[in-house]
C-alpha cells in the first residue's frame, strides 16, 4: 500500500505534463510519421533529481518532444524516485532517444511494447 501512495504524485505529474501537449501535435506525430509505436523507457536518477519539476519544465520536455515526433504518455517511479519506467509514443527508438538527449534525460533502456494485454 506505501508503495501505491509513493507512486501517486508521479501518476499526477505524469497526467498534468500528458495534459499540456497539445492534441495537434500528438495528431502530427500520427500523420507526418506514418505510424507511431510504443516505447517504455528505464531511467536511473541521482537521488532527489526529480524534484522541483514545474510547469516552465515540463513545457520545454513536451516542446523537445514534440520537435522530434514523441509524446510523453505517462511515467511510473520507485519508492525513492531514482529509477522511472516511462511510456512514450514515437515513430522510432531513434526519435524516442532523440528526445531523451534534447531533454537531457538518461536511458538504460527501450523496450518497443506494440501489445496491450489486459486482465479482462
Not at 32 to 46: D, K, M, Q
Not at 97 to 114: F, G, H, K, M, S
Request: net charge neutral; hydrophobic share 45%; glycine share 4%.
Amino acid at each position: 500500500m506505501k508503495a501505491l501512495i509513493a507512486l501517486l504524485p508521479v501518476v499526477l505529474f505524469a497526467s498534468a505534463v500528458a495534459a499540456d501537449l497539445p492534441a495537434r501535435q500528438a495528431k502530427a506525430v500520427a500523420t507526418t510519421e506514418g505510424s507511431t509505436h510504443r516505447y517504455l523507457i528505464e531511467r536511473t536518477f541521482p537521488p532527489h533529481a526529480l524534484e522541483g519539476l514545474d510547469s516552465s519544465t515540463k513545457a520545454k520536455v513536451n516542446a523537445n518532444n514534440a520537435s522530434v515526433g514523441v509524446r510523453w504518455i505517462q511515467s511510473y517511479a520507485n519508492a525513492d524516485k531514482t529509477k522511472t519506467y516511462c511510456v512514450y509514443e514515437g515513430p522510432s527508438e531513434a526519435a524516442v532517444r532523440q528526445a531523451a538527449t534534447l531533454n537531457a534525460l538518461p536511458v538504460d533502456n527501450v523496450v518497443e511494447i506494440p501489445v496491450d494485454l489486459s486482465p479482462k
